[in-house]
């Protein structure tokens, strides 16, 4: 319904505008008319005849006279109803006034023809008609001219006047082409035009809408978060029972299985509080319990329990207080979310070996605390920006992300807290220098606003008491107050250990690359893909495309949002790389907005996932993406076999025709110089030199012709050898066919062409027959040669071709003496695109061509090496019986 009604405004908006548009232009164009036509009555009065000038000032009077009428029509209602006609016969008559004028002033050749072309043109410019009116009116002004003058153009067969003709044609088929591309541009210009109106009141009760509901979602998210916290006590405290072992014991998958499901909790629960302070900052609810407390005493504290997380890093942590003692009032409770989370970024963006400093300075008035760290920082002009709520650094403006991985309200907390405090904080950066974080809290108490504290009067002696009062029965208080819950943003940021490597790993066919910076999340997809595939682990996009390169898995399972380097310019880099350019790409986002979906695919993602994801759903389509490789192979293996016959078959015939030339030349040449040393040679009398010389030459002659014949045989061979494999015109189905004869064929052919000195050695014992499609049979034969060859030394190189006929199989091995291959890689040596083949140098899909061929033929292909020993592949395919057995 919305769409017939959009469509209804569009028709009803159109006809307004095209009769204000064409009513303006009829104005511009009868102006314009009446002008020319006085102008050019005095030019007919100075130039031409006086019998004529009845006719031409009549002509004109009378253009003139219309003009005026459609000046006084243009003004009425009816008008409306047919401007496009009105306007359309106007131009009309104005051409054929200039028609009847040529007429009596030379015809085709009257100096006056060039009018015409000006009132097409002009009318093309002023008017927007249909094509109907367009084609009627300059069809009418050409067609015109052409009709009156045809006899002079059938007598005469002048030159000029058919000049003349071709350009007045030319200009009403190009003033109509445009025309009508104005028109249609026209139209479309309006029709935007109307949906973005349409759009602005749509946004503008939008706006309305949400400043209704921007209030009720505060009141809504702060009464959210606060039940949730109820169900979520309920989740952790019987799973920690069962890690601990109350209800029974568990095997060490079961108890990491729990164990992360109950950090994942413990998270959630932190994230709940941040959004409940959040709320009620946002709202004036949050109360400070505020105390003087010696700041200096207490940061010493915090970082001797944050530093043993930071030392899994290898990250040094430093306190330096320039007091011994600095009293301030404040919330300590509050104060530690501050601090933790400034540690906690630190410790996430600082690279092994870097080193993170505290440090106090007490003034007279304030104390300032900065937190200060060696990692990759943050562009200067985000400073500001960092603090504000649900902002995440982008990833292509900065080296660095200071809220990636999080939901970008941790800064946003701290500086609310420490404003509520009445202090401040701020952050300054150079991207590769690191960053620094300053707090400043004023002494005394003076400066609190009285809004802002708790009245209730409670005796508040030690930090964090208001997490050890006994009296507490809410669970989740007492949850909050232990020590792994507080430090577990700095415990997530410096875990290093994400999974385990299965011992067995090499012997899964397929390898998953897992990109993804939340340590839970990729033990996850770690336990769901271990069955079935060998899993590698980064946890970011840079390393993540050091693994890929190194590796080249079959299959790249990423995250979207990761420090250093997001998804999105991850697979771009993938893309970029011929090796990685056709691998699957999943991307796992919980965003899931259509926007980055589109950018996903823009960069080359293959599928995308929302989190959280169904585990089930996360194995079948990272099968069905590896199975997508698979299906690669097929088509590439397809495209050869349609493009290879042509090939060779063009190519044999091309050099075969040279070929012919240089023989018959040859011939000719050898039996000319023959005949001439046999006339020349009796010439010489005995014991003289010149005849010694002249039978050496001779010799020397005959040992080059001969060099040569064996030249142009091999290549006489090459070209036979590429048309029987060609044979245009034969019929791809399966046949009984010598894969023996075949192989002696295609290893040939392949040898010849690489033109690399390698000693070729068939051993094929009687007919290899097999029922196949003989060009995909002899690709797979190509392929198994063709690394063989690439695989030896320049020199020494050895390439052995053996067929062997065993009870029902028919086995053709191809082997060679070069570097072998490691077992790393003949567990993935039959992958889609897998390669160590350096890049252009080929696509790795030659052994998966040969895999699929054997696995169509009912046979298999198997690899037998050891590094520095050579490579055998053996080719085991069904024997076909003899066609008269």
């Not at 009555?41 to 130039?47: E, G």
């Not at 015409?116 to 067609?143: D, E, K, Q």
């Not at 840079?542 to 310019?569: I, Q, S, Y």
Request: hydrophobic letters at 40%; aromatic letters at 6%.
């Amino acid at each position: 319904m919305s769409v017939y009604v959009e469509g209804s405004k569009v028709e009803l908006e159109w006809g307004r505008w095209l009769v204000e548009h064409n009513r303006r232009s009829s104005l511009i164009a009868l102006v314009l008319v009446v002008g020319l036509h006085g102008a050019f009555a005095v030019l007919d009065v100075l130039t031409a005849p006086a019998r004529y000038l009845p006719l031409l000032l009549g002509t004109r009077v009378t253009g003139i006279t219309v003009s005026l009428l459609l000046n006084a029509f243009r003004k009425r209602p009816a008008f409306e109803r047919h401007d496009t006609l009105v306007t359309g016969a106007y131009m009309a008559f104005v051409g054929l006034s200039i028609t009847v004028m040529t007429t009596v002033l030379g015809g085709v050749d009257s100096p006056y023809y060039p009018g015409l072309m000006m009132v097409m043109v002009g009318g093309g410019m002023l008017f927007h008609w249909p094509r109907t009116v367009v084609v009627a009116t300059h069809g009418v002004i050409a067609g015109s001219f052409l009709l009156v003058n045809l006899g002079t153009l059938i007598h005469d067969r002048h030159p000029v006047a058919l000049i003349h003709c071709f350009f007045v044609v030319s200009t009403a088929a190009i003033v109509t082409t445009a025309q009508g591309f104005s028109y249609g541009r026209a139209r479309e210009q309006l029709e935007n035009r109307v949906k973005l109106e349409a759009a602005g009141e749509v946004l503008s009760r939008a706006h309305q809408d949400l400043q209704r509901l921007d209030a009720f979602k505060s009141r809504f998210f702060a009464n959210v978060t606060h039940e949730l916290k109820t169900p979520l006590a309920l989740i952790l405290s019987p799973l920690e029972l069962m890690i601990d072992g109350e209800f029974g014991p568990l095997t060490e998958p079961q108890r990491a299985t729990l164990r992360s499901i109950y950090l994942s909790g413990a998270r959630l629960l932190r994230l709940i509080g941040d959004l409940l302070d959040l709320s009620r900052l946002e709202e004036s609810r949050l109360r400070l319990r505020v105390k003087p407390h010696d700041l200096t005493q207490w940061l010493r504290a915090l970082v001797a329990q944050v530093a043993p997380l930071t030392d899994r890093k290898r990250v040094e942590l430093r306190f330096e207080a320039a007091a011994e003692a600095s009293e301030v009032w404040c919330d300590l409770d509050r104060l530690e979310r501050v601090f933790i989370n400034l540690l906690s970024n630190a410790a996430k963006h600082t690279p092994e070996g870097g080193r993170i400093t505290v440090t106090l300075d007490d003034d007279a008035d304030v104390v300032r605390v900065a937190v200060e760290d060696t990692g990759a920082g943050f562009p200067p002009e985000l400073a500001e920006r960092l603090f504000e709520r649900f902002f995440q650094v982008d990833s292509e403006t900065a080296q660095n992300r200071y809220t990636q991985g999080g939901t970008g309200i941790g800064l946003a907390l701290a500086r609310e807290l420490v404003e509520l405090h009445g202090g401040s904080i701020h952050g300054s950066s150079a991207p590769g220098r690191g960053a620094r974080f300053t707090v400043t809290l004023r002494k005394g108490r003076g400066h609190l606003p009285a809004e802002a504290l708790e009245r209730r009067g409670r005796a508040e002696t030690v930090p964090n008491e208001r997490r050890n009062d006994h009296g507490t029965t809410d669970w989740t208080a007492q949850f909050a107050a232990r020590e792994d819950f507080r430090l577990l943003d700095v415990s997530d940021a410096t875990e290093r250990r994400v999974v385990e490597r299965d011992a067995d790993e090499s012997t899964r066919g397929r390898t998953v690359l897992v990109v993804e910076d939340t340590p839970e999340v990729t033990r996850l997809i770690f336990t769901v893909l271990r069955q079935k595939f060998r899993v590698l682990t980064a946890p970011n996009g840079a390393r993540g495309l050091e693994l890929a390169l190194k590796h080249l898995p079959d299959v790249v399972v990423t995250d979207l949002m990761m420090p250093e380097m997001d998804g999105f310019e991850l697979t771009r880099r993938l893309r970029a790389d011929a090796r990685m350019r056709h691998v699957p790409v999943l991307m796992l986002t919980a965003r899931g907005e259509l926007r980055d979906r589109m950018e996903g695919m823009d960069s080359g993602v293959t599928e995308h996932m929302s989190k959280p994801f169904n585990t089930r759903e996360l194995l079948a389509t990272v099968q069905k993406l590896a199975q997508t490789s698979d299906a690669t192979a097929e088509r590439v293996l397809t495209q050869q076999m349609d493009s290879l016959e042509t090939i060779t078959g063009g190519l044999a015939h091309e050099i075969n025709n040279p070929l012919n030339y240089v023989r018959n030349a040859f011939t000719r040449v050898r039996l000319d110089v023959t005949e001439a040393f046999k006339l020349t040679l009796p010439l010489a009398p005995e014991g003289d030199p010149a005849r010694a010389k002249i039978a050496s030459l001779e010799a020397r002659t005959t040992r080059m012709f001969e060099t040569a014949q064996s030249g142009l045989l091999r290549i006489g061979d090459t070209v036979a050898l590429m048309r029987r494999y060609s044979r245009e015109g034969f019929a791809r189905v399966p046949r009984t066919h010598d894969a023996f004869a075949g192989a002696r064929d295609v290893a040939a052919l392949v040898a010849s062409s690489t033109g690399k000195p390698v000693e070729l050695v068939f051993e094929l014992e009687g007919e290899g027959l097999v029922e196949c499609v003989p060009e995909e049979l002899h690709q797979a034969i190509s392929n198994l040669v063709q690394n063989a060859i690439e695989a030896v030394a320049d020199e020494g190189g050895r390439v052995v071709v053996r067929g062997e006929l065993r009870d029902a199989e028919v086995v053709l091995t191809v082997s060679d003496n070069g570097a072998g291959i490691t077992p790393e890689d003949r567990a993935r040596i039959f992958t889609p695109f897998f390669t160590r083949k350096a890049p252009g140098k080929g696509m790795g899909l030659g052994l998966t061509i040969v895999w699929r061929v054997a696995q169509a033929l009912g046979g298999s292909v198997t690899v037998d090496s050891e590094p520095g020993r050579g490579a055998t592949f053996a080719l085991r395919l069904p024997r076909a019986p003899r066609a008269d057995a």
